[in-house]
């Protein structure tokens, strides 16, 4: 048993730093706005890019998140 919750601690370590790091790897939400104001130029392609890869992102933060959650809630279990 012992073993079990130190190989999920350790699954428990690695989800959190995945978490932070997925997070800190979106942006900003408020970025559209302060673009719209200065006028900054962006393609058709470049904005469609970071739609997808911002998607990618928040997919993982949701997903990676709900792990977390759940891996936390089963060694409290044990």
Known sequence: MEIAKLI???????AALFLIAVVL????????????????????LSKNKAKSWDA????????????????TFIICLL
């Open 8 to 14: 999920l601690s350790i699954v428990d370590v690695v």
């Open 25 to 44: 790897l979106q942006s900003g939400k408020s970025a559209g706005l302060s673009g719209a104001i200065s006028g900054v130029a962006d393609t058709f």
């Open 56 to 71: 990618k992102l928040a997919r993982m933060t949701k997903w990676v998140a709900i792990g977390f959650m759940v891996i």
